[in-house]
């Protein structure tokens, strides 16, 4: 049961366009979502979040949206740049007390110069 | 460098053996959480442990075990070990109020 949903295992876009990736999730009491960013032989590391009480949340060239009636998360990124080149984890959370993070699988994202 | 440490990088053990992964937290951070990455998939949580008691359980075998010793450090036992669990093992922490994972670089088991 894949409660968190990256369809797209792999995107690619050119430098300086903007980056669209898409996340979709089934569990109404997920009410933190959070992107996470992986280049290879490394952890995942902290991108941006947001709350269910926000649709969006912006920091530098990240945007991250949300649309609860649809269940669905977006990262913008704008412009994209080489080193984004990374594969780019979803990740939904029940709230506090429950800190324990549902990842989607994945997203490659390679920017082509 | 994350703050978070994890040994060994790389282990390669055969079938039916036991293996014992460690990670040591970001200074700090109460909780700690294990997470197993196999080919092409997410990251599936396994446990949380938090100042030293589990928190909370995922999908964790029984053949695998954890605990979180008085210094915050945390062990993943994994025994009776099959083929199917070769993957990307990953520790994360935080202070456990937030939801700021910090990950490790992870261990990469190969059972052959």
């Known amino acids: 049961d894949q409660q968190v949903k990256q369809n797209s295992p792999s995107l690619s876009v050119q430098e300086g366009r903007i980056s669209i990736l898409n996340c979709d999730y089934t569990n109404s009491m997920f009410d933190y979502f959070l992107w996470y960013k992986k280049y290879p032989a490394e952890g995942p590391t902290f991108l941006i979040s947001?709350?269910?009480?926000?649709d969006k949340n912006e920091d530098g060239r990240f945007t991250v949206f949300l649309n609860k009636s649809a269940k669905h998360l977006s990262l913008h990124i704008v412009p994209s740049q080489p080193g984004d080149s990374a594969v780019y984890f979803c990740?939904?959370?029940?709230?506090?007390?429950?800190?324990?993070?549902?990842f989607g699988t994945g997203t490659r994202l390679t920017i082509i110069p | 460098d994350s703050g978070v440490t994890q040994t060994p990088k790389h282990l390669i053990t055969a079938t039916g053996q036991r293996v014992t992964l460690r990670c040591s937290p970001r200074s700090g951070d109460l909780s700690v959480y294990w997470y197993q990455q196999s080919l092409d998939q997410g990251l599936q949580f396994l446990i949380q442990y938090y100042n030293g008691e589990e928190r909370a359980k995922g999908n964790i075998l029984e053949r695998f075990s954890a605990q979180q010793f008085p210094d915050l450090h945390s062990e993943l036992n994994l025994s009776s070990l099959e083929l199917g669990d070769s993957a990307l093992y990953f520790c994360?922490?935080?202070?456990?109020?937030?939801?700021?994972?910090?990950f490790g670089s992870g261990t990469r088991l190969t059972v052959v």
């Open positions: 994360a922490s935080s202070a456990g109020t937030d939801y700021g994972y910090t």
């Open positions: 990740a939904a959370s029940g709230g506090f007390g429950n800190e324990k993070l549902t």
């Open positions: 947001i709350s269910s009480i926000k």
